[in-house]
């Protein structure tokens, strides 16, 4: 056989995947067709994005795969596949921290594939005043960073709200120089602080003398450097393929190991996959040993926390409520054996949702 032979049989294996696009994508609507259906008989909204299910697809192709394809190309092929399906059945908005190509537009993307209508909203706090009055569908916001912790605007904001986290993203947070002039060139660099510094000893071997000059996003600065010769900015590759700016140098951070986890709030939780986590809030008593009490429920019942951060109550000075991650299904029998317990032994207790485990995922 020659190259032609070989050409000709990739167009007819490209025209069978576009035909089973096709099925997908037919029996994708009669699936909205039913749900609607159901919806009108229930009196209930129906969702098009199911997380529990979007993870078993993907992991189920990842295990036949066995690494023949790439991996990180297989998940975002079928993240894109179920997207614009998702988008066939009903469109959705997803609110993120703006402006756009920040690291949390970065994050959605990831997440939800583009076949969304991505609605930039500032600051993070009014995406859960979005969500709440359905004027988008789901928002997802910054709840920790790998450097730099929590983000306890976010953490608060769950005390009073009625949102369900249902789903979460791990991000790995990387930092490109980008400008529109060479590196030698370049006298000015632009960026948000954190970036900054998260790139000091970069900057610090390679551009010493160059201004360094805060700004409130990492897109912001992008859309400067654009416009200035000698300029540069720190962002993500997302930034630069929206605002066409060149990367001169790509992954310029001083910890590679930087990640941030996102999390998807909207109004309902997802169901099981088996690798799940559960999210609470526990407000407790002012007496010693009311914490390693409620902890002793978790390892009672083997349950392996993940995270545990504290918060002051806005009822009493020096009382405090914890946001508790834990692994696990709402729906899990021990799970269902222990919160009845520690909601004994609180204050109060308010579940935050159950939803699939995030697999880390690079920046796209």
């Not at 994708?28 to 909204?45: A, C, T």
């Not at 009672?300 to 692994?327: C, G, Q, T």
């Amino acid at each position: 056989m020659n190259l032609e032979d070989y050409r000709e049989q990739l167009d007819q294996i490209d025209n069978q995947i576009l035909d089973l696009l096709h099925q997908r994508i037919g029996i994708v609507e009669k699936i909205g067709y039913l749900k609607r259906q159901n919806s009108r008989e229930s009196n209930q909204d129906f969702h098009v994005y199911v997380p529990h299910r979007e993870k078993q697809i993907i992991d189920r192709l990842c295990q036949q795969n066995r690494n023949r394809f790439p991996t990180e190309a297989l998940e975002k092929i079928y993240s894109e596949i179920i997207s614009a399906c998702r988008s066939i059945e009903k469109p959705m908005q997803i609110a993120f921290l703006g402006p756009v190509a920040t690291f949390g537009h970065a994050a959605g993307i990831a997440h939800f594939g583009s076949s969304v209508e991505f609605v930039p909203i500032t600051p993070q706090s009014n995406i859960f005043t979005e969500v709440e009055a359905k004027r988008v569908d789901y928002g997802i916001v910054a709840i920790e960073n790998s450097i730099y912790g929590s983000v306890r605007d976010v953490l608060e904001m769950f005390h009073n709200t009625s949102l369900q986290i249902c789903g979460e993203r791990l991000m790995r947070i990387d930092h490109n120089l980008m400008s529109a002039s060479s590196l030698p060139e370049i006298n000015k660099i632009y960026s948000h602080e954190q970036a900054l510094a998260q790139c000091r000893q970069w900057i610090k071997q390679n551009l010493p003398h160059v201004e360094l000059i805060q700004v409130i996003s990492t897109s912001e600065a992008a859309q400067l450097a654009t416009s200035e010769k000698g300029a540069a900015a720190i962002a993500s590759k997302l930034a630069s393929q929206y605002h066409q700016l060149p990367i001169v140098a790509e992954s310029i951070m001083d910890n590679a190991g930087n990640m941030t986890r996102f999390l998807v709030i909207g109004h309902h939780i997802a169901e099981p996959t088996g690798r799940d986590r559960t999210s609470i809030l526990i407000g407790l008593r002012d007496k010693v040993g009311s914490l390693a009490s409620v902890l002793t429920v978790l390892c009672d019942h083997h349950l392996n926390m993940s995270k545990i951060e504290s918060l002051p109550s806005r009822h009493k000075a020096w009382e405090y409520v914890f946001f508790v991650d834990f692994n696990g299904h709402l729906t899990d029998e021990k799970i269902q054996v222990a919160l009845p317990v520690i909601e004994e032994r609180s204050v109060f207790l308010k579940v935050l949702g159950s939803y699939p485990i995030a697999h880390t995922a690079a920046e796209n």
